[in-house]
């Protein structure tokens, strides 16, 4: 029976659920009357329930959908502006005792090179992370609890806070472990990580199953249940994201905004972002035998939807997509990019030549964080580093009730300007820093309608040049 308020996974993700919203999306798709009566519920940018949501998804009528994502774009645009925060992942170690069919670090892959960083390795990497000019990372591992202990996930968060070099430092390492127990999520929280990202990659639990033959992950249950177990830990920002491909995208879809949904009913807030990747290459990874793979513009129409339907929930986009791609989907509704990224253990510090041998996917975006960074502005957004909410205390309910009043974009932006100059002082190529100061100067007169607070930034941004850093709002 549905219920998103209940704390089984197959009640707040119940398989009759979707599929009576899918025969409901299926029977609506070019239903004029209802699909125009969504848009305009939908402008009102609080969001859209599960069943609306997919009915837009579904949505076969030419004009419709090209509404559907001008309101995307335009919802975007409130919400977050023009700011794009950028990130990188970092892998700790890809032992693994799972066996995820879809991904190279499955215990049975005997080929791939396995690899776990000592401390020292760890610092090389947040070093070389940092001489690029990133300041918020995702921390990755395989789930292994002989080798990748909750102790060994504590010490090395430790490592990369503590890593300060010349003007770098990490200020928020968001972590994308295993389901665990809550003790330990209290022990993240307690480490002062940023969101705890657990990917669901299918919702469907016949597949989820049959994708996850062996290791503890087999248990959908247990996975599906574990944003509530972080959230009895004290963790207050959690993130989703489902593997489209693995499952038929409208499923995912459908249960994703009921996970959304049912941590908003029992917690009181949804999640703090949603991550789509689609599935990639990788070593034993071919992606062509799964036969849910979708296309450019369907991945395109998926982002517009969410977009939507959540409107408050930051989205994020890895290099597993290619510059085209990401630049379509930069307008219809991700607020969050990864840039230079190396999905290998080890895979920044250049000293290690071992790196390639063992990614955990294809990067299909491969440019250095200085090209993004230039790219981002030349097609119209500001490129941010920001960190501030977490480290001002504004997670969970609390960011939530100032990003649905869209207050959020008063600190979002002159972060950005704040973070990107910290960036063109101490990283970025001469013709970066050129582009980077036009375009700082022209942002800056956005605020000549309050000289006191442009006065404030000017300020931050002359004490930036005299060397000082980390200002925020
Ligand atoms: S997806 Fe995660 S849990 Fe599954 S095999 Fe890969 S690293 Fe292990
Ligand atoms: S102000 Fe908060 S929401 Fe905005 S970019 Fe910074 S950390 Fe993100």
Redesign the pocket.
Known sequence: MYNPKSLKAEEFIDDNEIQETLAYAEKNKSNVKLIDEIIEKAKLRKGLPHRDAAVLLACNIKEKNEEINKLAEQIKKDFYGNRIVLFAPLYLS?Y?I???VY?P??AKNKHIPRKKMTQEEIEREVIALQDMGHKRIAVET??DPVNNPIEYILESLKTIYGVKHKNGAIRRANVNI?ATTVENYRKLKEAGIGTYILFQETYNKERYERLHPTGP?HNYAYHTEAMDRAMEGGIDDVGLGVLFGLSTYMYEFVGQLMHAEHLEAVHGVGPHTISVPRIRPADDIDPTSFENGIDDDTFCKIVACIRIAVPYTGMICSTRESKETRKRVLHLGISQISGASKTSVGGYDKADETEEDSA?FDVNDTRTLDEVMKWLMEIGYLPSFCTACYREGRTGERFMKICKSKQIQNCCHPNAMLTLKEYLEDYAKPETKAVGEKLIAKELETFNDNPTFKAKVQEYLKKIEQGERDFRF
């Open positions: 890809n693994c799972n066996g995820c991904c670090y499955h395989g789930e295993a992950k955990q």
